[in-house]
């Protein structure tokens, strides 16, 4: 079952050029992912997908990725906002950093790779909460990334500490997949949507499921998602480049839709940009 949206903003989409900026995870045994990747090299597939805005995501914890994403975004008419990075343990950099994303039309929000941190409940760290109070008075959210029950336990608290600060768990908080069974994740999302200021990404599917996925794979755990926390709270997101690893552009974003093609019409349009533009504040709504 397919169908046709007006409108479509890619939440969740990365850029990086390794032969001008270090992005340290990027290694020869990541195979298709050492390599550039520009805005050049999704324009074909965006523009097929029917993709018209998009919000670009770190990829590293460094000032030089963000600055190169803002000067994408500076140049590109599709990429209407920037998830960028800050130092969060840092407080006076972080706030000196945050004061400058502020004054940018594009930054919409924060990301680090706390996923790759050895303790998994670094971002409830004092001095990073206090980095993060700075976001909720500049208006700024924060994205997150859950590859561990762990670390959906440490969003939920998060969460709690901090509701008036606007959360983004990206990759659907990592579901099990493989396994076919909810499980804890599905607890742990009945939980964490208790929250009215989280919401979730459906993206990054494809690189946790077996080869030869289908959409029927994915088809519990985005029905779970939508029965938890609703289609306002839910946004669309490729996840490329890294996509690309469990499969080709074209084949994930259509699986993709094809999990929601049996919703509303509202609810349909709310998982393709409304909620996108609402969360981030992309302003598409009014144009």
């Not at 208006?139 to 590859?147: P, R």
């Not at 762990?150 to 969460?159: F, K, P, Q």
């Not at 080869?211 to 946004?235: E, K, S, Y």
Request: with cysteine.
């Amino acid at each position: 079952m397919t169908f046709h949206a007006a409108r479509v903003v890619d939440s969740h989409q990365h850029l990086w050029m390794i032969s001008e900026r270090a992005y340290d995870w990027i290694v020869p045994e990541h195979g298709p992912l050492n390599a550039d990747f520009g805005p050049q090299d999704i324009a074909r597939d965006a523009e097929a997908a029917g993709i018209t805005a998009t919000v670009l995501v770190q990829a590293a914890d460094t000032y030089e990725d963000t600055f190169y994403m803002l000067s994408v975004a500076a140049r590109e008419d599709r990429v209407k906002g920037v998830v960028a990075w800050a130092p969060l343990a840092r407080a006076a950099e972080a706030e000196a950093a945050i004061d400058l994303y502020a004054r940018s039309p594009f930054v919409k929000g924060l990301r680090a790779l706390t996923h790759t941190y050895d303790d998994p409940r670094w971002i409830l760290r004092e001095d990073v909460g206090g980095v993060l109070g700075l976001l909720t008075a500049c208006g700024l959210t924060l994205d997150y990334v859950c590859t561990t029950r762990e670390h959906v336990a440490a969003v939920t608290e998060l969460a709690q500490r901090h509701p008036d600060l606007t959360l983004i768990v990206d990759h659907l908080a990592a579901p099990d997949i493989k396994s076919r069974d909810l499980g804890k994740w599905g607890d742990q999302i009945l939980a964490l949507s208790a929250n009215p200021n989280v919401h979730m990404k459906l993206s990054g599917l494809s690189t946790s499921s077996e080869a030869g996925w289908t959409a029927a794979d994915w088809q519990p755990c985005v029905d779970h998602v939508l029965g938890a926390f609703t289609a306002d709270r839910v946004m669309l997101g490729s996840d490329w480049p890294v996509s690309i690893l469990g499969g080709d552009f074209a084949d994930v974003w259509a699986a993709q839709l094809e999990t929601i093609a049996g919703r509303s019409a509202e609810e349909r349009d709310a998982v393709t940009w409304r909620t996108a533009s609402r969360v981030y504040g992309l302003g598409l709504e009014h144009s």
